[in-house]
């Protein structure tokens, strides 16, 4: 049952605002009180001069994704696939190749994000048995030209 | 018959039978590393340990024999808690290096661990003794002794299975590990069962080693391609790939086991297959449609009928095909194109090894369903080398060629005879020398993506199933041969393998009283047996 609220129209302008002149006058004067405002006190204004300025992210903000390093600058990374098992959006590919330190044995030779398919649902890093994955770089803007730039390869995610 | 009561429920058994068989035919697991029901029992492990009414202490199940009026009971504090230390103690040393591990997620010690363990590790990881990672032992196996749980069932299966006895325990106590005498690497062709019977990720298979985590992998049941034997078998597949094959137990024909030749039969499911429909024009081969295809094959049948009668054409079938191809091969050769000239490329021999466990000489799998179907040459009519020689000759004007091989001949001779002929009509789901320099080339169906039946040398009639429809532009042979019988004016319905078994147990005095239906995942000897 789809019920109808009635709301109750002005049926008639007032004179003064049939004129419009004092309504103008009156927006105007909101205007210029913050360009006056703003201009003694540049400090107050509320806006910043994005993208030059960017706001301080918080904490646990999920931004882009990056591999962490061992050590040695090998990647923590032992492609035991479990944040492709996980990913909602079936973003991450993996392929795992024999690592010739017997103590790492496992490592991925391909590791690519397809960052238009990814959510930032972080439930990757939530996966991740060896803390090779995490979302941590605050980064969320990544435009690319082409959509094969925003498929990320394991160099760009552990350039930093 | 003694009588067991095990956890409330009542079974008769024969005398003789232990005390974890009865609980696996209740359908009550109880756990267990090294106990195989194939293999002899050892007895190691303990953790098979039960209560039984009226003994004092825990005993094995997997070495105790059901006696009469037995109480058994796996559901105790006592047992729980027993089992619960057995596992601690496996665990002591275990690496627990799941997320590199290929068997994690088959793996006994994951599931025990979630089901009777989920303690905090009492063992200080420095203390932890490492043993031999990595290790190539030859075969298709790859060791790693940390994660053994030193079950001896690879032991078990090297002595009583395959009689070669590579494996041994070597060292004491907390440092004995499983490994190979130096310099003495696995020899033996069943090497990939022993990371199928091993519980944990000790002995893992090379081929497999880190291509696809098992939780994605599905499974069909289907029959090993890679020798006559027939071996039943499970097809692990994800994403219109096959990635392993696994043994499929059938007491008539393979039991438990298969060997490691037929074990990567199915790489020929994956790699170099025919994509699409393809016609040679001059030197170039263009890819074409099906309605095309058809309808060139069609007017092409047509126009050596007409100029040179139908002797000119000639049909070689191949072993690889189930019976249900062979049999409307040969009805599309006789009965529909009318030529006498029907061969089979007869066992194909690329490595002769063979022996008396289960890889067979011949390494097709259904030569034997290709003569008992007489796919042979009627009255006056050429057999292989005949129609092989015409061919050479000039003689075949038309060539139409099932599967990749012809006869023993090299790819160069192959070649050779098909480029000799005027026009050929290849249907092949592989690339092979006979596709490169045929004329018109029909890609068919892996023996993933079509279902079907093969007869393996013992007379023995399986089937093998479709898991996922024909990758490429491929189709399934049966599709194919009846859409083309339709175009030359059969009035063939065949829907699918399942019609085509139907005329054929109806037909063939070989097939005669079988049933697709009944045919079962054992399969049925045929031959009136």
Known sequence: MIRVKKI????????????????????????????????????????????????????????????????????????CMCCPTICPAL??????????????????????????????????????????????????????????DLVYDIEMLLSD | MPKVTLNGKELEVEPGTTIIEAGDRLGIHIPRFCYHPHLSIDGNCRMCLVKIEGVQKLLPACATYVDHDMVVRTDTDAVKKAVKGVLEFLLVHHPIDCPICDQSGECYLQDYYVQFGLYKSRFPLKNKIHKVKVKDVGGDIVLDAERCVLCTRCMRFLREVTGTDELNIFGRGSHSEIDIYKDQPLRNRYTCNLADICPVGALTSKDFRFQCRVWYLKEGKSICTGCATGCNVFVHYHGGKVWRMKPRFNEHVNGPWMCDIGRFSYTAANDDRIEKPRSLEGEKSVVIDWDAAFYTANLKIGEVKRDFGAGAIAVIASPRSSNEELYLTKKLAFEVIGTPNLAFTPAVVADDYSDEILVSKDKTPNSRGAVE????????????????????????????VMGCCLGDLDDDGAGRVVSAVEYSINIAPNESAVSQATSLVLPSASFVERGGTFTNEAGRVQRF?????????????????????????????????????????????????????????????????
């Open chain 1, 91 to 148: 973003c991450i590919t993996i392929e795992a190749g024999e690592h010739p330190d017997p103590k790492i044995e496992k490592y991925p030779i391909r590791f690519d994000i397809d960052m238009l398919r990814c959510v930032f649902c972080g439930l990757c890093v939530e996966a991740c048995p060896v803390d090779a994955i995490r979302m941590d770089t605050g980064w969320y803007t990544m435009p690319e030209k082409s959509r094969d």
């Open chain 2, 465 to 529: 199933y479709r898991m996922f429809l024909p990758r490429f532009r491929a189709r399934e042979d049966i599709r194919i041969l009846a859409d083309l019988g339709r175009r030359l004016g059969a009035d063939w319905d065949y829907k699918n393998e399942e019609a085509v078994f139907d005329d054929m147990a109806r037909s063939e005095p070989f097939f005669a009283g079988l049933d697709y239906r009944v045919i079962g995942e054992n399969g049925s000897e045929a031959g009136g047996r």
């Open chain 2, 373 to 400: 179907l007489r796919i042979g040459p009627q009255d006056g009519g050429l057999d292989l080398a005949g129609i092989l020689d015409a061919a050479r000759q000039g003689k075949v004007k038309l060539l139409i």
């Open chain 1, 8 to 79: 109750s129209r002005p049926k008639e302008m007032t004179l003064s605002e049939r004129v419009y002149l004092l309504e103008i006058a009156k927006g105007l004067s909101v205007t210029i009180n913050h360009f006056i405002s703003n201009l003694l006190n540049p400090r107050k204004i509320p806006t910043i001069d994005y993208p030059d300025v960017k706001r301080p992210v918080p904490a646990r903000f999920r931004g882009r994704h990056r591999l962490t390093k061992r050590e040695d600058g090998n990647p923590k990374c032992v492609a």
